[in-house]
């Protein structure tokens, strides 16, 4: 049960790569936000060394440039889909869920089809990954084929028929963009707590807090949120800061009506319960 | 004699707490130069997405304004002591005193955008946007790193 379960090697097979929708997916999924050296403006080569802070320990994002040796050059398609949708590497071993595959999950293949075109295109970099600084018992990696039996779930937290808009975003807001991993609280063994979806959390860093997004705290407009992820502005005119500034950096080369997307998503969610 | 000493005592303490830790002067010309920042780049931005009547004169005055701010000498603000680590009501991080070459770096980023701003302002709606972008990005780059979330 808490083996890892890699897809089958024929996994997407038959699907061709777009390198051009590839790049699309790359910007919307924010791969650059944290496998791009720390403080590098070079947001394309992904030597990793970024450090991630949590109550299990830090986590320090690998290389995953296309490097053979450093990198991920090796892999197979079905080996990147496997680590995207299981968590999975391709030695068998369980990923941490600091790297978010319980979002990447739910990716449509034919997107990890085209991200993986694209990412034979990028630099690669021979800067060797660093180990995790992780303590007993969480350096256990088979734990975390317990917590996947928890989070690891493909079923989307906002359901019902949706318009193709509203569908878009949930898509990129759910899957591709990840932004639960931040802005959703998590119980006390590290899991999303669903139940009060994007509804705000403490910062991992340990100062300050990640804000709501759900209706009773989020006042915003939808056009000033589609403008907010354009320019980094808030409605009066402060800026955005820390890691938001990454992600206005990838939604600023999207299109504006993916930017609309996530906008009438974030305006279409249920206020948050109260616990 | 017990009680001289121990007034003494309070009082020295008093004073060298007033004196080495009352940063509140600095912190209201910080916050009001972000405040003026912020209205000034409101307008601009309202025009830039037709929400405001596009007026190149007050466009114009705004853009001035912004590099006038930019002129501002950040030493008398920005004292070593100043940092959220240290006192209450700031944001401001220890690492801009720490990588201080930095933070002055970002704040003439700031400066370049605005005198582009002040460039193009008066010249039509459409120069704006990529100026606002300019500006934008001059402002993430600083909070990114020198700026405590909320």
Not at chain 2, 59 to 65: E, F, G, K, N, V
Request: one cysteine or more; a negative charge.
């Amino acid at each position: 049960m808490t083996r890892a379960h890699p897809l089958p090697e024929e996994a997407l097979s038959g699907l061709a790569g777009d390198a051009t929708r590839g790049e699309t997916v790359f910007l919307a999924g924010g791969c650059a936000s944290c496998h791009a050296a720390p403080e590098s403006k070079e947001k394309r080569i992904l030597a990793g060394g970024q450090r991630f802070a949590s109550d299990f320990g830090s986590f320090i994002a690998p290389n995953i440039s296309p490097d053979p040796t450093h990198g991920i050059g090796g892999w197979t398609r079905a080996q990147f889909a496997s680590a995207l949708k299981r968590g999975v590497s391709p030695e068998g071993q369980h990923y941490y869920p600091a790297f978010p595959y319980t979002a990447y999950t739910k990716m449509r293949d034919q997107d990890i089809a085209d991200l993986w075109a694209f990412w034979q295109g990028l630099p690669k970099s021979d800067a060797p990954s660093q180990p995790h600084e992780v303590g007993f018992p969480f350096s256990i990696r088979r734990g975390v084929g317990v917590w996947k039996l928890l989070y690891l779930k493909d079923d989307w937290v906002m359901d019902g028929d949706l318009d193709p808009v509203l569908e878009r975003g949930r898509y990129l807001v759910e899957a591709l963009a990840h932004c639960g991993e931040c802005h959703t609280p998590r119980s006390p063994l590290g899991g999303l707590d669903t139940t009060r979806w994007l509804a705000g959390a403490p910062n991992p860093s340990g100062k300050g807090t990640i804000p709501a997004l759900t209706p009773d705290k989020m006042i915003w407009g939808a056009d000033e949120i589609a403008y907010y992820l354009e320019s980094g502005f808030t409605p009066d005119y402060d800026s955005a800061g820390g890691h938001m500034v990454a992600v206005v950096e990838n939604f600023s080369q999207l299109s504006a009506e993916d930017r609309a997307a996530v906008a009438a998503y974030v305006k279409a969610l249920e206020p948050a319960q109260s616990k | 004699m017990k009680m001289v000493f121990t007034l003494a005592a309070a009082a020295a303490m008093i004073g060298s707490i007033a004196v080495a830790q009352d940063f509140s002067a600095n912190l209201k010309a910080r916050q009001g130069q972000f405040r003026i920042m912020a209205l000034n780049v409101g307008i601009l931005g309202g025009m830039a997405q037709g929400k405001i009547a596009y007026d190149a004169e007050a466009a114009q005055r705004a853009a001035d304004t912004l590099v006038a701010v930019s002129h501002i000498d950040p030493t008398p603000l920005w004292v070593e002591g100043s940092d959220n680590m240290s006192i209450d009501g700031t944001r401001a991080m220890p690492s801009i005193w720490d990588d201080h070459d930095d933070f002055l770096a970002k704040w003439g980023g700031f400066g370049e955008a605005a005198a582009g701003m002040q460039l193009v302002a008066a010249t039509g709606q459409e120069a704006l946007g990529p100026a606002m972008g300019k500006l934008g990005g001059a402002c993430k780059a600083c909070h990114d790193v020198h700026r405590a979330p909320n």
